[in-house]
C-alpha cells in the first residue's frame, strides 16, 4: 500500500499534524500500535500553555473545544513541607496562562477531529527500511507493509524510526516517578485531598518529592519522585500492591500522614515511571523523506513542557509541509532547524527543577522559582 504522508502514532503530536495537513487539504495516515482509542488509561493532567500548545490548538482550528474542557481552578500550586505545613500558595484566579486539561480528553478531541479511517489502530511497528529516493517502507506486527513518500516519527520515547536519522537512544535520568490514584477523595481521603488543594501540590526533599494533581472526579493522581538507580527498583516487586506501597512510601518514613496516604492507600498498582531523556543537543543531518516530532525527536524529562511541544511541532511540520509543496525537503529542513533551537533550550530550563531537587533545600528553590515565573 502506498501512503504519501505516513505518520507513526497517535500521540498529541501525530495526532496534530494530521489534523493541520488535513486542514491544508493534505490526506495523511496515523499508524497506532495500540488496539483502540480506549485501549488504556492516557495519563495524567497537561498544562496547556499560551506561548506554544494553544498556538498549535488555534491552528489546528480547535482552541474553543480545547477551552471547553479546562478544569477551572487547576493551576493553582501549594508546596508543602514534609510535616504538611504550608510554605507557599499561589491560588488559581482565572488569569494564568497554563490551563490543566485532561491528556485523556485532549487527545479524545483531536480523534474526533479527523476524517474517518485517519487513525489505523493495531499497527505496531515491526521495522522500518529506507528504499531510496526519500521513500521509506513501514512494516507492522499485523502483517502488513505500506510505503511511503513522507514518513514522520512521532512514536515516542522508544521511536521506531529515529534510527533512520540517528543512533542516540535516551539514557536513565537518575530519577523515576511512581504514579498512584486515589478516587472519590474529597469523601474518601479528607485529609488528602486538603492537602494537595484544588491544583497540584509538591513536597520536595533533597532527592525525592511527593507530587500531586487534583483531577477531574475529584482523583488524586500522586508522583512520587525518587532519584534511586534502576537496580533500586528491579527488587520491588510493583506487581504486589501493598508491599510496593509500602516499600515505596518507607523511603517518606516520619512524612505527614496526609501525604504518605496518597502512596500506601493507593486504589491502583503503583506505576514505576523510569525518567529517560534524550541529549539537550540531539539533531540529525536531512535525510530526504523522514523526519521525527515530539519525543522521538527531543525526550526531555517532564517539566510541563513535553506535551506542548509534541502539539507544537505537529502544527509547525502541517505548516511547513503545506508552504513547500514544490520544495518538501527545504521546508523540512527550515523545520527541524527551529525544533532543535527551541527543544534545546526548553530541555535546559526545565532540568532547573531536577537541579533543584538535588539541592539542600529544594522546597525554597520551586517558591523562588514559581515567584519569579509570576513576575516575569
Same mark, same amino acid.
Given at each position: ?172 535520568? +537518575? ?26 501540590? +509538591? ?134 532547524q527551529a525544533m532543535f533551537e ?27 522559582m514559581f515567584q519569579d515565573a509570576?513576575?516575569?
Amino acid at each position: 500500500m502506498n501512503t504519501p504522508i505516513a505518520i507513526i502514532g497517535a500521540g498529541l503530536g501525530g495526532l496534530t499534524l494530521a489534523r493541520v495537513l488535513h486542514l491544508h487539504g493534505i490526506p495523511s495516515i496515523v499508524y497506532e500500535a495500540e488496539q483502540s482509542a480506549a485501549s488504556r488509561a492516557q495519563g495524567g493532567m497537561l498544562d496547556i500553555h499560551d506561548y506554544n500548545g494553544q498556538l498549535a490548538l488555534q491552528d489546528a482550528g480547535l482552541l474553543t473545544q480545547f477551552q471547553e474542557l479546562i478544569l477551572e481552578g487547576r493551576q493553582a500550586m501549594r508546596i508543602l513541607s514534609p510535616d504538611g505545613s504550608l510554605l507557599f500558595e499561589n491560588p488559581d484566579d482565572g488569569s494564568g496562562g497554563r490551563p490543566e486539561v485532561q491528556r485523556g480528553e485532549l487527545r479524545q478531541m483531536l480523534l474526533d477531529s479527523l476524517p474517518a479511517g485517519t487513525v489505523q489502530w493495531d499497527h505496531k511497528v515491526a521495522g522500518v527500511r529506507s528504499l531510496g529516493d526519500g521513500r521509506h517502507e513501514v512494516s507492522f506486527t499485523n502483517g502488513r507493509t505500506v510505503t511511503t513518500h513522507l514518513l514522520i516519527g512521532a512514536d515516542g520515547a522508544w521511536s521506531k524510526v529515529r534510527p533512520l536519522l540517528s543512533a542516540v537512544m535516551p539514557q536513565y535520568t +537518575g530519577m523515576s516517578y511512581v504514579e498512584t490514584y486515589l478516587f472519590d477523595a474529597a469523601v474518601r481521603h479528607p485529609a488528602s485531598a486538603v492537602a494537595v488543594g484544588t491544583g497540584q501540590m +509538591g513536597a520536595p526533599v533533597q532527592g525525592k518529592a511527593i507530587m500531586a494533581h487534583r483531577e477531574r472526579h475529584e482523583t488524586l493522581h500522586t508522583y512520587a519522585m525518587l532519584a534511586r538507580p534502576l537496580d533500586w527498583f528491579a527488587d520491588i516487586d510493583f506487581a504486589d500492591q501493598a508491599k510496593a506501597s509500602a516499600r515505596i512510601a518507607q523511603e517518606f518514613n516520619g512524612w505527614a500522614p496526609e501525604l504518605t496516604a496518597l502512596i500506601t492507600d493507593s486504589d491502583t498498582i503503583p506505576l514505576l515511571r523510569p525518567l529517560h531523556a534524550l541529549p539537550h543537543e540531539h539533531r540529525w543531518q536531512r535525510v530526504p523523506g523522514v523526519s521525527l516530532i515530539g519525543d522521538a525527536a527531543h525526550l526531555s524529562i517532564p517539566n510541563g513542557e513535553g506535551a506542548n511541544l509534541a502539539l507544537y511541532d505537529g502544527a509547525e511540520l502541517a505548516k511547513a509541509i503545506a508552504s513547500h509543496a514544490d520544495d518538501l525537503e527545504a521546508g523540512l529542513h527550515q523545520f527541524e532547524q527551529a525544533m532543535f533551537e527551541r527543544s534545546a533550550k526548553v530541555a535546559a530550563d526545565g532540568e532547573k527543577f531536577y537541579e533543584l531537587l538535588a539541592g539542600k533545600d529544594p522546597a525554597s528553590g520551586m517558591i523562588n522559582m514559581f515567584q519569579d515565573a509570576e513576575t516575569s
